[in-house]
């Protein structure tokens, strides 16, 4: 029996043959010009399709204007019909299928991008989420022509040789909007009831089914659940899915909840495969095939899901943007040898939010598939490389730098490598960064590079090596602002906490709201709490109410403030994240102060000054966590000296996030 045999066997939507059960599920990338494929966009996914993905969801797809934007592809004209033949024809020649995601936003989107049109929804109900605006409410005229926009959108999609097309009727879009009796007022019979509420979306999908007849493959993607207060619940939803498969639906794609939800859907704290359960209950209920999402992150998981029944395919969206060949590696026994996702959001998802190309912090080739072939070009001669640091930049320029050939060493002035990675890995849900460091071991491993530890290097240290080249990648060092009494014993710096170094005790006080001090309040919060093993034995054993467990699992049991002079809290937390973080610190009773400003450290704590007022902060533990300069000596040293080709990467350069240092690392390992 071949590497994960469930996973790699082969599966029908309606009638179309999928080589196996990996779908790449539809994401908004940023690559397309005026709603056209580009070469970028149609190089990232035949990658994908060469890495063993069985079926390959294209979108959101803009099936009309006042629904879309222009950043997306488009599907509401002709024109956009030859270059997406090209997208087919290209996933097609690498034995992969693929289909197009048909959307709309309704009340999810903004005049400002659509020309100044108000958005449409059934009632006019806003989303704070998204602006606030007020959407008009769907004359009969409208609800008419959005289902005809559906089938043009269609039929442009099969004759853009598309093999299925899905319908995105999940995260709060139109079709939830109109299932969901929240944002459903309606009084005519798309309204009331849950059997007129469906009305709208089972209409879609029958006209759909007609205007493409009856054997040419249709999936709608929904909400498992929509997990925001009064929405629709799992069995709710079991019963729209009878309704979409008497319809004519083949396939029924299942994520988590709205956008609007404030149940993390796929930040890194979400436990890989967390809303599988969703998928099963609607599987139980229906004869076609039910995909799963959402942090299925490695193809175990994936394997173990099939293996039992409880989906028949997974979607593995940013998994593949981390490792197109994920496929391939896993099928061919080569797992261990799987570049992780760790949904850490910082180039996909955080990317989308800022209006810019969608790349990833583990791999740099994402969407520069066409500047970067999948076999980095050999160095014209193999140099002597030595690179001064080995976190997260320092490795990477190392890796690529002899992956390329060259003959690399890296000194690490610790007793191991990783550098400011396991600060990142520390606070609660941000385990998965424990990943990336194995991975990169192996990769070192495997290009040869020499790794010398408990090695700072000195100048002298470095003549003698005579490298050719010097990568400095010495990271960054805590400050500790110039505040009176920041010496004293009770003050502790937030990296050492991270480390396990110290333990801060009693009441704490954090000085400095930005991602670190967030997250070592979160750390510390989090220490008090019971861990999920223990909630679940003391739930299944009922030992406490579940308003008392509510409290175990979530309660920092002493006093904890963080202090940020910034009017926003968790500044530099990226976008995905940030919401998350502040929600665990308000559950876990932590006090938020922004606007404050520290004037002081006491023997009990720290007075700070808000508009103008003095405060006082009664403190045990006072912790600094004020950010980071570059850790520079060296540089400036090597610098003055001359006689290398010099380079100074990630934080030693600049501070910045995880992302930003490891591309840094890429592009200096590529440039020699
Ligand atoms: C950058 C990005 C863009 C996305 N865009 C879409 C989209 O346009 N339509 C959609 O249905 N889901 C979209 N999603 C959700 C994904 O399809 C998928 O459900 C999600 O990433 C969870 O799966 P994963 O953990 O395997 O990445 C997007 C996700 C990301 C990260």
Request: overall charge neutral; charged content about 25%.
């Amino acid at each position: 029996m071949g590497n994960f045999p469930h996973l790699f066997s082969p599966i029908k939507i309606g009638g179309l043959a999928i080589p196996n059960r990996i779908s790449l599920p539809p994401m908004h990338l940023n690559y397309s010009e005026n709603g056209f494929v580009t070469d970028r966009y149609i190089e990232f996914y035949r990658v994908r399709a060469r890495g063993g993905a069985g079926l390959i969801i294209i979108g959101g797809c803009a099936i009309d204007t006042v629904g879309g934007n222009p950043l997306m592809i488009k599907l509401d004209d002709d024109k956009y019909i030859p270059e997406l033949k090209r997208l087919t024809a290209a996933i097609r020649s690498e034995g992969a299928r693929s289909a197009a995601q048909l959307y709309h936003s309704g009340r999810y989107n903004f005049s400002a991008v659509i020309g100044g049109l108000q958005p449409i929804a059934p009632s006019p109900v806003s989303s704070k989420m998204f602006g606030g605006e007020t959407p008009r409410e769907m004359t009969r005229e409208d609800i008419e022509n959005v289902k005809q926009a559906f089938v043009r959108a269609a039929l442009r999609a099969r004759e853009a040789g598309f093999d299925a097309v899905e319908i995105h009727g999940s995260a709060g879009y139109l079709l939830c909007q109109f299932l969901s009796p929240v944002t459903n007022l309606r009084k005519d019979e798309y309204g009331g009831r849950l059997e007129n509420r469906v009305r709208f979306p089972r209409e879609v999908v029958e006209v759909i089914r007609q205007g493409l007849g009856p054997d040419y493959p249709v999936i709608i993607r929904i909400t498992g659940a929509d997990l925001v207060p009064g929405g629709l619940t799992n069995q709710d939803m079991q019963k729209v899915c009878k309704v979409y498969e008497q319809a004519g639906a083949n396939a029924i794609d299942i994520t988590g909840g709205w956008h609007e939800s404030r149940v993390p859907q796929i930040t890194m704290n979400v436990p890989r495969g967390a809303f599988v359960y969703l998928a099963r209950g609607i599987k139980e209920k229906l004869n076609i095939p039910v995909i799963a999402s959402n942090r299925i992150n490695n193809p175990e998981l994936a394997e173990s899901l099939i293996l039992r029944g409880e989906v028949d395919m997974v979607n593995m969206g940013r998994p593949l943007i981390a490792d197109p060949d994920l496929p391939r590696k896993a099928k061919s026994g080569q797992a261990r040898k799987i570049r992780p996702c760790v949904a850490c959001n910082q180039g996909c998802l955080d990317m989308v939010f800022e209006v810019a190309p969608v790349t990833c912090l583990v791999n740099h080739r994402a969407g520069k598939e066409l500047e970067f072939p999948e076999s980095l070009p050999k160095a014209g001669s193999s140099r002597k490389i030595l690179v001064i640091g080995g976190g997260a930049a320092g490795m990477e320029a190392a890796a690529i730098a002899a992956e390329r050939g060259h003959e690399v060493v890296i000194w690490e002035k610790r007793n191991r490598l990783g550098g400011q990675l396991e600060l990142c890995a520390a606070p609660p849900g941000r385990q998965e960064f424990n990943h990336l460091l194995p991975y990169y071991q192996d990769r070192l491993k495997k290009a040869k590079v020499k790794i010398e530890l408990n090695r700072e290097g000195t100048i002298s240290e470095v003549k003698s090596l005579s490298p050719e080249v010097v990568i400095v990648a010495t990271g960054s060092s805590p400050v500790t602002p110039p505040f009176s009494g920041a010496e004293k014993k009770n003050v502790y710096l937030a990296h050492q906490i991270l480390r396990g170094e110290v333990w801060p005790p009693g009441r704490v006080v954090i000085i400095g709201g930005g991602a670190t001090g967030c997250e070592t309040a979160h750390f510390l919060a989090s220490a008090d709490t019971i861990n999920a093993e223990v909630l679940r034995f003391l739930f299944v054993h009922q030992a406490e109410s579940n308003e008392e467990l509510y409290q175990l699992a979530t309660r920092a049991q002493r006093p904890i403030t963080v202090l940020e002079m910034l009017p926003r809290m968790g500044q530099d937390l990226g976008r995905s994240m940030r919401w998350t973080v502040l929600d665990d610190l308000r559950r876990a009773g932590v006090e938020l102060k922004t606007g404050t400003r520290v004037k002081e450290i006491t023997d009990s704590g720290v007075i700070a000054e808000k508009d103008g007022t003095e405060e006082v902060f009664t403190a045990d533990s006072v912790i600094i966590a004020a950010g980071v300069r570059p850790n520079g000596q060296i540089y400036q040293e090597l610098e003055a000296s001359g006689g290398f080709e010099l380079y100074r990467i990630g934080d030693a350069r600049s501070p910045r996030k995880l992302i930003d240092a490891i591309t840094e690392g890429f592009e200096t390992g590529m440039k020699i």
